[in-house]
């Protein structure tokens, strides 16, 4: 398998961003963006300074706990955020490096409706592995990869951003 790109991938995320933003009306000058740490937030950082975006970069740090209660599997919780904005009635952009199971993103919209009720959210990753266990879908793709259970693909930054598919096993 080849490994990606961040650079193109960022290029096709920012043009199919902006293409989702005109189409719900909102400018960019009144769009929020979130990034979840900390892939998530060096994937924001980048697009949101390619879109010149006027409201401070947000960012929501879910950390994963194993479940006590007697169910097997790792839950995520939301560490201490930050969204330097008003969420209400707001675009928000959600920006993640990896899609997997969803249920990152599951946190992440609870905690960011803890805040407020967005006008809309959209879902920004640069990579979707599949393997879904939630009912979601982002907005924007930058690439799709069929990763099995065992590898990951590991994007290393700030800067320069570069991907590394490594096996877990
Ligand atoms: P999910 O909650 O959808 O299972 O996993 C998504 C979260 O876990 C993202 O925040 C992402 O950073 C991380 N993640 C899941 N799989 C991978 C992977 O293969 N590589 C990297 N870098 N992160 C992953
Ligand atoms: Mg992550």
Do not use: C
């Amino acid at each position: 398998m080849t490994t990606p790109e961040v650079t193109p991938l960022l290029e096709r995320v920012q043009h199919d961003l902006e293409g989702r933003l005109q189409a719900l009306d909102a400018p960019l000058d009144e769009a929020a963006m979130v990034g979840i740490h900390t892939g998530g937030a060096w994937v924001a950082r980048a697009l949101h300074q390619r879109l010149g975006l006027a409201l401070p970069l947000g960012t929501l740090d879910i950390a994963f706990y194993r479940d006590d209660v007697g169910q097997a599997g790792l839950n995520p919780q939301v560490r201490p955020s930050s969204l330097p904005f008003d969420v209400d009635d707001r675009v928000i952009v959600l920006v993640d490096d990896v899609l997997h199971t969803g249920r990152t993103v599951r946190a992440a919209l609870n905690e960011i409706f803890d805040y407020g009720r967005p006008a809309a959210v959209l879902l920004v990753v640069l990579v979707d592995r599949g393997g879904r266990e939630l009912p979601f879908a982002a907005d924007v793709v930058g690439t799709r990869l069929s990763l099995p259970r065992h590898r990951r693909i590991k994007l290393s930054g700030p800067e320069p951003l570069h991907f590394i598919i490594q096996d877990t096993a």
